[in-house]
């Protein structure tokens, strides 16, 4: 989503500005003057400064124009496409224990082949054969404890 | 001389020299892919490298960052679409060559190039990393905090956008290393009450959740990249020898400042590439061709991305600071496999060095025999329908993530990450400098605040030692460029205007 300096600039200061007074809140070290609160306060205070500079659009000069490759109409409905995958790895985080491994990477293979515009014929047997050549890899050559749930790999 | 010899038996172990050719095929596959980086490439193997020998851990990363800088020329020829952003500076060339017929001329300098620039970029590693190390024995924390906040300031100059946007993807990224309990007290620090927070970020899911998730989700939204003609090439190395013989000279330069920018800590093949083609042309008997399709800015900036690639290890090597945002990966590599960075390394550990070195001079001479193979079916490769290559990529970032910590956490963070890196890309905020800030903000923490404790407070002896003071000035210079090119390109434009 293209949004406006004015507006990540804005979002910078007001990150900025919590962090350093979060940030200034954090408890000492007893019998030290430098702590936990130095970094973010410096850090903080220089987010509160670019933000600023960036909502005024200082050095805009330096850009470089950036072709648009999304024309205004599809873009409105077809910019939330581009939430399809963290979507799918926030699935992945809830399904997998409870599903298995197995299934619910063909199921995110599935949607995001689709969601891609693949056909069935290309998407189906890429959700068989991905997870099980994944799963293979990385659960027996190099033992992570991927969940089994309800379907279990053959090996 | 012993070392070496054990160096020798270390890399002809057979699990290395597995690795070695597993991960050049890897590497040069993605690497061609269109949209999929050399970064990328890298960070989805990591967690392979969790069950892999320390040597053979190091060898996939640096054959698979060296095999896919190559690649990623390979779309720049045939479709002009970079493999990946080090091609970028010449894809227009090298596409000019295609159409003018010598596709064949352009994809072997690129291949050619490449082995050299990342042969004579190892033996600047091998001289340099030793001489620099006696120095880097004396440092103390107050020239370490100044490397380390120089290489965040060469992250911002390199990124072609706004070095004010820049400075706040950096500054972002140290904001995120402030997450976690590892900070001076111990206490726990804006972690929110969440409990898999108390740890901190780690810079595995920040790194694949920002190049590879924001990539699956830009392919979303644009419309896919038109397939590769068919085609038979002739000979790829044909004309090589007449090409380093005649553009004798812009390749050496090519290779040496190739060697100096990635020697910058923070700055790497993207911008050796820029610069070198800049150059080229600048310094070219004859500029007018540039553009058309001539070899000469493709000798000088094959040559450059590939050298950087090496070079950018010693900054690495010695000073846990990394040279760009694969040695940004290889640096978490190294400690997870007991190598600490650090002038010591090249000491204690010496035979791990020359098996390093070893490695990297034979990833470049595979390069050439593989690199033809994969030129020969890269028709074949590039047709991969995205709609195939995507769905995988993202089931990988799941189990690449799960896999670094066995926590579903690190997949959920990969999914925020993955959607920050698209928001900040679209508005020009360059990702790379907030994966630097990411990995580099607690060693500089610690070393500021360590440094401002030793000097109770006062803020002169960051400044007092040599070492310091003139990496001190290094740093201002870097932070204040900006402003002076601002400030030059203002006043010529009145003259101008004036004239």
Redesign the interface.
């Given at each position: 989503?293209?949004?406006s300096?004015r507006v990540?600039g804005a979002v910078?200061v007001a990150?900025?500005g919590a962090?350093a007074i979060?940030?200034s809140r954090?408890?000492?070290?007893p019998g030290?003057?430098?702590?936990?609160a130095?970094?973010?306060l410096?850090?903080?205070s220089?987010?509160v400064i670019?933000?600023a500079?960036?909502a005024f659009g200082?050095?805009?000069?330096?850009?470089?124009p950036?072709e648009e490759?999304?024309g205004p109409g599809p873009?409105r409905l077809?910019?939330l496409?581009?939430?399809?995958?963290?979507?799918?790895?926030?699935f992945?985080?809830y399904a997998?224990?409870p599903l298995g491994?197995l299934l619910t990477?063909a199921i995110?293979?599935?949607v995001?082949?689709f969601?891609?515009?693949?056909r069935p014929r290309?998407?189906v047997p890429?959700?068989i054969v991905?997870?099980l050549l994944?799963h293979l890899a990385?659960y027996k050559?190099?033992?992570?404890?991927?969940p089994a749930g309800v379907l279990p790999a053959p090996w | 001389m012993m070392d070496l010899l054990e160096a020798c038996r270390m890399v002809a172990q057979v699990d290395v020299v597995v690795a070695i050719l597993a991960s050049a095929i890897y590497g040069l596959v993605v690497g061609s892919l269109p949209g999929l980086s050399a970064t990328m490439a890298t960070a989805l193997l990591v967690?392979?490298t969790?069950?892999l020998s320390p040597i053979a851990a190091i060898a996939t990363i640096i054959t698979a960052s060296a095999m896919a800088i190559f690649s990623g020329d390979i779309p720049g020829c045939l479709l002009r679409i970079p493999g990946t952003p080090a091609s970028a500076a010449y894809t227009d060339e090298a596409y000019a060559m295609t159409r003018k017929g010598q596709a064949e001329m352009a994809l072997g300098a690129g291949l050619w190039f490449s082995a050299i620039g990342g042969v004579v970029g190892t033996l600047s590693l091998v001289l340099m990393a030793p001489l620099l190390a006696e120095m880097a024995l004396s440092f103390s924390t107050y020239e370490y905090f100044w490397l380390a906040f120089l290489g965040l300031m060469c992250a911002t100059l390199v990124a072609?956008?706004?070095?004010?946007?820049a400075?706040?993807s950096m500054?972002?990224g140290?904001?995120v290393s402030?997450i976690g309990m590892e900070?001076?007290?111990g206490?726990p620090?804006?972690t929110f009450g969440l409990t898999d927070l108390l740890g901190g970020i780690e810079p595995i899911p920040a790194l694949v959740g920002v190049f590879a998730?924001s990539e699956?989700?830009?392919?979303?939204?644009?419309?896919?990249p038109p397939p590769l003609p068919r085609r038979k090439f002739g000979s790829i190395l044909a004309n090589q020898w007449m090409l380093t013989k005649k553009y004798q000279w812009p390749m050496w330069r090519g290779n040496i400042i190739g060697i100096i920018i990635g020697v910058l800590p923070g700055a790497g093949a993207d911008m050796a590439a820029w610069v070198s083609y800049a150059m080229s042309k600048k310094f070219s008997k004859e500029p007018e061709l540039f553009g058309t399709g001539h070899p000469e800015g493709l000798v000088e900036a094959g040559a450059s991305n590939n050298a950087s690639l090496a070079s950018g290890w010693v900054p690495s090597l010695l000073f846990g600071i990394p040279g760009d945002t694969i040695t940004a990966i290889a640096i978490g590599v190294l400690y997870m496999k007991g190598l600490n960075p650090g002038p010591t390394l090249f000491t204690e550990r010496a035979s791990s060095m020359y098996a390093l070195y070893l490695i990297f001079i034979i990833a470049n001479i595979i390069m050439i025999p593989l690199g033809i193979i994969m030129i020969r079916i890269a028709s074949t490769v590039l047709r991969a329908?995205?709609?195939?290559v995507?769905?995988?990529i993202?089931?990988?970032?799941?189990?690449g993530a799960?896999?670094t910590g066995?926590n579903?956490?690190s997949?959920?963070l990969?999914?925020?990450f993955?959607?920050l890196g698209?928001?900040m890309e679209?508005?020009?905020?360059p990702v790379a400098a907030l994966v630097l800030g990411i990995v580099m903000g607690t060693m500089?923490?610690q070393n500021?605040?360590t440094s401002?404790?030793k000097s109770?407070?006062d803020i002169l002896p960051f400044f007092e030692r040599p070492v310091s003071g003139v990496l001190a000035a290094l740093t201002f210079g870097a932070l204040l460029w900006?402003l002076g090119?601002?400030i030059w390109?203002r006043t010529r434009g009145r003259r101008l205007a004036a004239g």
């Open positions: 989503m293209h949004l300096d990540t910078l990150l900025g962090a979060v940030g954090l408890p000492a070290v030290q003057d430098v702590g936990p130095a970094f973010p410096v850090i903080g220089g987010l670019c933000g500079l960036i200082v050095g805009r000069s330096f850009e470089v950036e490759d999304a873009w077809g910019g496409r581009a939430l399809i995958p963290p979507a799918l790895l926030a992945y985080v997998s224990e491994f990477g995110m293979v599935l995001a082949a969601a891609l515009g693949a290309l998407a890429l959700a991905a997870p994944v990385f050559l190099l033992r992570v404890p991927l | 967690p392979v969790f069950w072609r956008s706004s070095p004010i946007k400075i706040a500054l972002l140290l904001l402030c900070n001076p007290a206490t620090r804006f998730v699956v989700m830009r392919a979303m939204v644009t419309a896919e329908p995205r709609a195939a995507m769905p995988v993202l089931l990988l970032c799941a189990v799960f896999a066995s579903l956490f997949v959920l990969v999914g925020v993955g959607i698209f928001v679209r508005n020009g905020y500089v923490e500021f605040v401002l404790i109770d407070g900006p090119v601002w390109n």
